[in-house]
């Protein structure tokens, strides 16, 4: 099992003090070190935040940035050396400077450097001289030495031994240094547009096999809290539209460290002075548990940790942003109720209610039924009435599964359970199982109120009979959810 040790590193020397200061604090207050039987580990504390730029080398703070990736290291390097897993919680993304560099010392590492931006920038192409919008070209070795060579070590780590994973801001110019593309380097880039094109098992898969090889002593995780959706994550200081969602984040962690070479991970920019009430706080904490333990191929405490987002079934979205399954995309959808490994998506409201189910096949998402349409999947038959009824049957013994019926109040019938047919009806107020015996009609199981903006609670109906509150999502299809 894991060791996990906790550095808090609250340096926001490569950016400004307005909040990210703040952020181990509240995460360790929200119980991180808890959940994961962590240790606590040193606080390293910065030099004073100077604000004035170095005229020579064009970074705000060069010299303090230096002076504190050597602190940082020396910590870091502790940590390694004593066999735990350094989980460093920033702080502003130079923290990243101290993390490789503590490596660095020790020999070539890769790099998973999730992000929403890909912080290639050169300083005089950056009038606020942040160093946190430049600390991947910096640790690749580009920039001025005082910062991109400490120790005279640098790169940190070499572009052909580091993967740039779901970047989404194309405008800002840190994606370019010098004139000089981060795709036009050895650096492998899979942005945001690629994952959603290829998938994200494809961009997981091929960074990793980046990062993990067995030529590198292992590698460390970069997690920017920006690389997150802005509409899951608006805690942060420059936000952009769209991004990966919780599980997704939560999914690539645990692939990482599943390979067995994950070395150390650390998280930046979240901004607990955007997050008054600490929801965003604790949405950060539960992403990290669940990737982490997920690793650890504990599948009930990943269940247990996911606490409602994500991992249960009731997305319904009442302000109207698209949620997306796959390659569809689906407006002011809810996810009520699951059977038999099936998720029932419910889109729209009124007659212009449309029903989708999906699954898992082979590890790959399949839509059993689209839009009130007959979908595919080798393990059932679908047909479709002229009355707009969808029946789903075994495909090999025929066996009667479950029938669709769209409408204002979507309902499902499903198949006879020791003599009792089970419906589930939904609307924008309650989801409802009932049991039929005969002409007697039970409420088995009532949920009001199911509007969340994004969690909530689903029914499981399985079929031994046993109705229960929530229904945890396989891996394959967890990462679909954005």
Do not use: W
């Amino acid at each position: 099992m894991t060791r996990y040790e906790i550095i808090e590193a609250p340096s926001v020397l490569g950016l400004f003090p307005k909040g990210v200061e703040g952020l181990s604090q509240v995460l360790l207050a929200a119980g991180l070190a808890e959940r994961l039987s962590a240790a606590r580990g040193p606080l390293v504390t910065p030099p004073p935040y100077a604000g004035g730029i170095d005229l020579e080398s064009g970074v705000r703070n060069a010299a303090a940035l230096a002076d504190y990736a050597r602190a940082l290291a020396d910590e870091v390097g502790s940590v390694v050396s004593s066999g735990a897993f350094p989980i460093v919680l920033g702080g502003d993304c130079s923290i990243l400077l101290g993390s490789l560099l503590a490596l660095r010392r020790r020999g070539r590492y890769g790099l998973l450097f999730l992000d929403g931006h890909a912080d290639f920038a050169h300083p005089s192409e950056d009038p606020d001289g942040e160093a946190a919008s430049m600390d991947l070209a910096l640790a690749t070795g580009r920039g001025p030495k005082v910062v991109a060579d400490i120790e005279d070590r640098g790169p940190l780590v070499r572009d052909e031994d580091a993967a740039l994973l779901g970047y989404r801001v194309f405008t800002d110019g840190t994606d370019r240094h010098l004139g000089t593309h981060v795709r036009d380097t050895a650096i492998l880039v899979h942005d945001l547009d690629d994952i959603r094109r290829d998938g994200l098992a494809t961009a997981i898969e091929a960074s990793l096999a980046r990062v993990a090889r067995d030529d590198l002593s292992g590698f460390f995780v970069h997690l920017d809290a920006d690389v997150l959706d802005d509409a899951v994550m608006p805690a942060v200081d420059y936000r952009a539209p769209g991004g990966l969602r919780f599980g997704e984040v939560a999914r690539i962690v645990s692939a990482a460290l599943a390979t067995g070479k994950a070395v150390g991970l650390e998280l930046t920019i979240f901004n607990p002075a955007l997050d008054p009430d600490g929801t965003l706080a604790r949405e950060l904490v539960d992403m990290l548990v669940t990737g982490l333990k997920a690793s650890e191929g504990d599948k009930t405490a990943c269940e247990q940790e996911s606490r409602v987002r994500e991992m249960v079934i009731c997305l319904h979205d009442k302000g109207g942003a698209m949620v997306q399954f796959g390659g569809s995309k689906f407006a002011r959808c809810s996810v009520p109720f699951a059977f038999e490994g099936r998720y029932f998506i419910i889109e729209g409201q009124g007659d212009q209610t449309a029903v989708s189910v999906i699954l898992s096949e082979g590890g790959a998402p399949v839509f059993e039924v689209l839009r009130n349409e007959p979908g595919g999947s080798s393990g059932s038959s679908v047909s479709r009435s002229g009355a707009g009824v969808i029946t789903v049957t075994d495909a090999v013994s025929g066996e009667f599964l479950y029938k669709v019926h769209p409408g204002s109040q979507a309902s499902v019938v499903f198949g006879t359970v020791q003599g009792l047919e089970l419906e589930a009806r939904v609307d924008d107020e309650r989801i409802v199982v009932r049991g039929r015996q005969g002409e007697e009609v039970v409420d088995m199981i009532k949920v009001t109120n199911c509007t969340f903006d994004g969690a909530g609670a689903g029914v499981r109906v399985d079929r031994d009979g046993k109705i229960s509150m929530g229904a945890p999502v396989p891996p394959e299809l967890l990462g679909l959810f954005f």
